[in-house]
């Protein structure tokens, strides 16, 4: 097993299952991830007979930087993987810090018609480790610390639940990457029993929703999982969700022109989360050359923005980032593939 795949609690279990203290799991993930060593045998305070048992049930994982895109406040970055596949990452700079948008599966099955990653098909779940890597290797790339993480990149999250649970824990652990819990977000395309599920995850994780319609005809057209779970089912899981935790949840809308954003969806998104504990983010398409969709006008964005703000529902506009770059999320990796 990939050793950054092992949360601090199961390599606790796993020591003590040897005999030994579990304080060994603080060791093991110091070195890891405070000292980011790259080999057991650097971990010169574990005794020898621990380290050859630890290689025999553990490797490193490596993942690795095979192109990188720069634009103004963006780093693209296209991984490949042990086995050959290619997953990528997106670099952010806010005016408050480093954020990173990281991929949780290779491919993805969710098929919304707006978005490259899906345009080629999953071909499987990545490990809690290949996730982490994505994180450790950004951060020795540009040597600093990464601020904030949002599990947003190529796949559905909660379509790989367990590893991208395990993901943050790691990331969140205090010996590991140690990132605030307050500081990660996971977005889901609206899996309604994985989104109650969440309700109960001990960490407070921001939880954004993916719904981009505000109905179930203009949804089920551009988003199949409307199919499987329609908007009063999303709704009701969100209401769930921010009953049992008392949190509030995003809810992302992204723009496409003639599509979704006109004065008439914006007033049934108003109507639809009335009253909810949600807060809603516009988000700018980035285009691309296999997709006909095109980003809204700025004139067409700010009408939506005021209708839904003044109704009283907090609004945001996320920033554009990844100008002059191939920023759609799976574009890169689909360049690739496809070469």
């Known amino acids: 097993m990939d050793i950054y795949s092992v949360t601090k609690e199961n390599l606790s279990k ?22 980011r060593v790259k080999s057991f045998d650097e971990m010169t305070n574990i005794k020898k007979e621990v380290i050859e048992k630890l290689k025999e049930d553990y490797y490193f994982g490596k ?24 997953i990528e ?12 948008c990281v ?24 490990t ?24 947003m990149g190529i796949g559905e999250p909660f379509d790989n639940y367990e590893n991208v649970t395990d993901f943050m824990r790691i990331i969140n652990d205090p010996k590991g990457v140690a990132i605030g819990a307050r500081h990660i977000t ?15 995850f001990p960490l407070q994780i921001n939880l954004a929703v993916s719904l981009h319609a505000p109905n179930d005809e203009l949804r089920s057209k551009i988003m199949k999982i409307n199919k499987a779970y329609n908007i009063k089912e999303v709704m009701d899981a969100i209401d769930y ?12 809308y992204l723009l496409l022109k003639g599509v979704n954003d006109t004065k ?50 907090t609004i945001t506009i996320r920033k554009k980032f990844g100008g002059g770059i191939d920023a759609a999320c799976g574009q890169l990796r689909a360049k690739e593939v496809e070469k």
């Open 186 to 200: 996971v977005s889901t395309s609206g899996i309604v029993p994985k989104i109650k599920e969440f309700a109960a």
């Open 63 to 86: 993942i690795e930087i095979k192109e990188k895109q720069t634009g103004k406040d963006t780093s693209k970055y296209l991984f490949k993987l042990e086995d050959g596949n290619f």
């Open 264 to 313: 008439e969806c914006a007033n049934e998104l108003v109507n639809l989360l009335k009253g909810k504990n949600v807060y809603v983010n516009l988000i700018p398409y980035n285009e691309t050359s296999h997709i006909e969709y095109k980003r809204s006008d700025d004139k067409t964005k700010m009408e939506f923005y005021d209708i839904v703000r003044k109704s009283g529902i």
């Open 128 to 151: 809690a480790g290949e996730i982490v890597e994505q994180i450790l290797a950004i951060e020795e790339d540009i040597k600093r610390r990464i601020d904030s993480i949002v599990i």
């Open 241 to 252: 969700y921010s009953k049992k935790t008392n949190r509030r949840v995003t809810i992302e």
């Open 14 to 35: 796993y020591f003590i299952d040897m005999g030994l203290k579990s304080y060994k799991a603080t060791q093991v993930f110091e070195w890891l991830y405070s000292k």
């Open 103 to 126: 991929s949780s599966q290779i491919g993805c099955n969710m098929g919304c018609s707006f978005c490259e990653s899906g345009r080629l098909k999953k071909v499987r779940n990545l």
């Open 89 to 100: 990452a997106v670099l952010m700079m806010h005016d408050y810090g480093v954020s990173v």
